[in-house]
């Protein structure tokens, strides 16, 4: 973990406690460092809020907040003896490693909605899969037609849209109601075994 006293000053913008009161902070967690829980859960008591809020104003998701506190003081506790009382405060310490935890999350957070995003503008660029155009370029539709008995009601239902209304994989699911990855499956075991009955090479 790079979250540490490293890197941080006492200009850092965490609320600076009174002295008196750092100094305890101070001697909590160098008694938390070695093994007192009491002394731990004493600087969590004492300091928690002010964590909590930091977090809370940058990612604005209470849930969420509450995660990211929860392993800011795991860090903490693991991380307890690296803690320089001459570099800062035990509170900036803790808002430090709590202001780098949210922006992780929340740049951890935009990838996955970035991805998400990707993905959706792929499966609208490529609505069936190549085992339908290989259908579609060897067979004409009287085949296709004929053969669409062969399938199960679910399967006759999917391929029906997408062969003869363009339905792309997310309208189907969209139409029968279903998950997206049920409705590609049914599609894709529908495709194949009209390939089967009409005698298409696998």
């Given amino acids: ?23 305890e902070q101070a001697a909590l967690l160098r008694r938390a460092a070695g093994g007192d829980e009491d002394a731990f859960a004493e600087l969590y ?33 693991q991380q307890a003896e690296r803690f320089d009382a001459g570099r800062g405060t035990v509170l900036a310490w803790l808002c430090t ?25 792929r499966q609208a660029e490529t609505p069936s899969d190549s085992t339908w155009h290989e ?17 199960s009601p679910l399967q006759r239902e999917a391929v029906c849209l997408v062969y003869y209304r363009g339905y792309s994989h997310r309208q189907v699911a969209e139409h029968l109601d279903v998950p997206l990855g049920t409705a590609k499956a049914r599609i894709r075991d529908g495709l194949n075994n009209l390939r089967s009955a009409l005698g298409v090479r696998q």
């Fill in 1 to 23: 973990m790079s979250e540490g006293p490293a890197g941080h000053s006492r200009g850092a913008g965490a609320p600076m406690p009174a002295p008196g009161r750092a100094e």
């Fill in 45 to 77: 008591d004492a300091t928690s809020a002010t964590v909590h809020g930091l977090v809370l104003r940058l990612l604005r998701a209470p849930e969420l907040a509450a995660e990211v506190v929860q392993e800011v003081y795991l860090m903490a506790w």
């Fill in 97 to 121: 490693m709590a202001r780098r935890r949210a922006v992780d999350r929340i740049r951890h957070d935009q990838r996955e909605r970035d991805r998400d995003q990707q993905y959706e503008v």
């Fill in 135 to 151: 259908v579609e370029q060897s067979l004409d539709s009287g085949e296709v037609r004929a053969q669409l008995g062969a399938l």
